[in-house]
Antibody
C-alpha cells in the first residue's frame, strides 16, 4: 500500500524559507506512470493545487502561485520536496503531498499524505 | 472565487439522496473528479473517470457529467457521509478544485 508522509517545521516566521519533504513508501517516485505534487488548504478554505513533478524532474506549477514556490525530487531517498521562499501569513495552511495520475481521462490525485500544518507568524 | 462552482452546503436526511453539483467551463468535454474530506482528515479520492470508484468506496457514491456541470450523487446517505466534498477538473495541465460542499446529514 502506497503511503506518503509530509515532514517539515510547523511554525515559521515571515520572510523565512519553508522546506517540506514528502517521503513515499510502498512505491517508487521514479515510476514513469505518476506525478508527485503538493496541494494546500488554507484555514477554513478549499484546496489549491500548487504544482507537480515528474520522475524526470519536469515540473508543472499552478500559474496562480508565484515563483517563490518550487518542487524538487530526490530519487535516492524516494522523496520529493516543496520550497517556499519569503513566506508570509498568507502561506499559513495545511500542505498535502499527493500522487497524481495522468490518464486519458485527465489528471487527478489518488493518494494523499496526512497533511502538515504550517503556521507563519511573527 | 473558484473556477468550479459548488453549493456551499447540502442537507440530507439519512437514507435519502444527496446531490452535489459542480459547474464550470473547464468541465466542458472533460470528466470531473470528486474527493471526500471528513473532519480532521485528508481528502480521499471518491470518483474518477466520471463514474469509477476506487477500491473501498461504497456503491452509493456515483458521478455524472452533462455539458459544463458534473454531479455527485449519494444514494441512501449514511450519517458517516457527513463531510466536505470537492470536485476537481483540469485544463492545460492546471488542476483546479471547486470551493467545496459541506454535506450535513440531519
Amino acid at each position: 500500500q502506497l503511503q506518503l508522509q509530509e515532514s517539515g517545521p510547523g511554525l515559521m516566521k515571515p520572510a523565512e524559507t519553508l522546506s517540506l519533504s514528502c517521503t513515499v513508501s510502498g512505491g517508487s517516485i521514479s515510476s514513469s506512470n505518476y506525478y508527485w505534487g503538493w496541494i494546500r488548504q488554507s484555514p477554513g478554505k478549499g484546496l489549491e493545487w500548487i504544482g507537480s513533478i515528474f520522475f524526470n524532474g519536469n515540473t508543472y506549477y499552478n500559474p496562480s502561485f508565484p515563483s517563490r514556490f518550487s518542487i524538487s525530487l530526490d530519487t535516492s531517498k524516494n522523496q520529493f520536496s516543496l520550497k517556499v521562499t519569503s513566506v508570509t501569513a498568507a502561506d499559513t495552511a495545511v500542505y498535502y503531498c499527493v500522487r497524481e495520475v495522468a490518464d486519458p481521462y485527465g489528471y487527478y490525485f489518488d493518494y494523499w499524505g496526512q497533511g502538515t500544518l504550517v503556521t507563519v507568524s511573527s | 472565487s473558484y473556477d468550479l462552482r459548488q453549493p456551499p452546503s447540502v442537507s440530507v436526511s439519512p437514507g435519502q439522496t444527496a446531490t452535489i453539483t459542480c459547474s464550470g467551463d473547464r468541465l466542458r468535454g472533460k470528466f470531473a473528479f470528486w474527493y471526500q474530506q471528513k473532519a480532521a482528515q485528508s481528502p480521499r479520492l471518491l470518483i474518477y473517470q466520471n463514474n469509477k470508484r476506487p477500491s473501498g468506496i461504497p456503491e452509493r457514491f456515483s458521478g455524472s457529467t452533462s455539458g459544463s456541470t458534473a454531479t455527485l450523487t449519494i444514494s441512501g446517505t449514511q450519517p458517516t457521509d457527513e463531510a466536505d466534498y470537492y470536485c476537481q477538473a483540469w485544463d492545460s495541465s492546471t488542476k483546479v478544485f471547486g470551493g467545496g460542499t459541506k454535506v450535513t446529514v440531519l
